[in-house]
């Protein structure tokens, strides 16, 4: 018997049973994905975690997860880990669009990078696969320093990095995922790209007295060199791609404030002090 593909039937799904339908997180337990999960359950819709280790797995690089992720999924958070500018990233994204909107999922919002090159090739895939798409640019998050990648720097008192005196608006996690879900639940977005950033360009120097300010302790910053800091990722195991990023920072693309927080949600997006403030009070930093 011939049947018809699922997105067919999705065509015609009420109101009602869109926002019944779950939502697919990529993701879901990382520093946007996480509070987007919890922003939707906030709402009463239903969220779907997709990472390695989630009730659900999702892997990137393994395609055969992808079909159960996607099960009944009315739309989805598309995040690229590690990087939407590493090679295979456009390929891998492109594919999974496809998959996902022959599937019946009928919106996909995507995480991607401020001034990537390689992001814009990402997202150009995803909108070739045919659903109804919002793209998120973010520049670097506020939360670098406090879950991930600059955690430990704070906690020893030393930012040793390769960004001489260049500046960044640096954007809160919590702004992004206000965007997000904006994007997945109201269709006055779809179809829109948002470049977001904080309020602000700071240099890491004013990034090391912000967050002196709100441990009361002392957190200098450190210019290094590329090579230094490519030689320090290689000791610690991590991909030396990841020193390429701060070219995003120190060749002054992304130094300018962009309002896409405020074009998207009508308010004004979080400061730094605000946020080192409110991540000091966690107790993130405490040596």
Not at 174 to 200: F, Q, W
Not at 204 to 230: C, K, M, N, Q, W
Not at 235 to 261: C, K, M, Q, W, Y
Request: glycine letters at 8%.
């Amino acid at each position: 018997m011939y049947r018809l593909p699922r997105r067919d039937f999705n065509v015609a799904m009420s109101t009602q049973e869109q926002n019944t339908a779950p939502i697919l997180v990529i993701g879901g337990t990382g520093k946007t994905g996480r509070r987007v999960v919890e922003r939707l359950q906030r709402l009463g819709r239903p969220a779907r975690s997709g990472s390695r280790s989630s009730e659900t797995p999702f892997v990137w690089e393994d395609e055969s997860t992808w079909e159960a992720a996607l099960d009944a999924v009315s739309a989805a958070y598309v995040t690229y880990s590690p990087d939407l500018a590493f090679p295979g990233a456009k390929e891998a994204v492109g594919r999974f669009a496809t998959f996902a909107v022959e599937r019946g999922v009928r919106r996909l919002v995507l995480l991607s990078g401020r001034g990537e090159e390689g992001a814009v090739a990402s997202e150009d895939a995803l909108k070739a696969a045919g659903g109804d798409w919002t793209v998120v640019r973010a520049n670097w998050f506020n939360q670098n320093f406090s879950e991930s990648f600059f955690l430990d720097s704070v906690r020893s008192g030393e930012l040793a990095l390769p960004t001489g005196d260049s500046v960044e608006p640096f954007v809160d996690a919590d702004d992004i995922a206000d965007v997000v879900v904006a994007a997945l639940t109201d269709e006055r977005h779809i179809g829109k790209t948002y470049e977001l950033s904080g309020p602000r360009l700071l240099s890491f120097h004013d990034v090391a007295r912000e967050l002196s300010a709100a441990t009361g302790r002392t957190i200098t910053y450190i210019p290094v060199s590329v090579d230094d800091y490519r030689a320090a990722l290689r000791e610690l195991g991590e991909p030396e791609e990841f020193a390429d990023l701060f070219t995003l920072i120190v060749d002054g693309r992304n130094a300018s404030l962009v309002h896409g927080v405020r074009e998207a949600l009508g308010r004004e997006p979080k400061d730094f002090a605000d946020y080192a403030k409110e991540a000091a009070a966690t107790g993130c930093w405490d040596a």
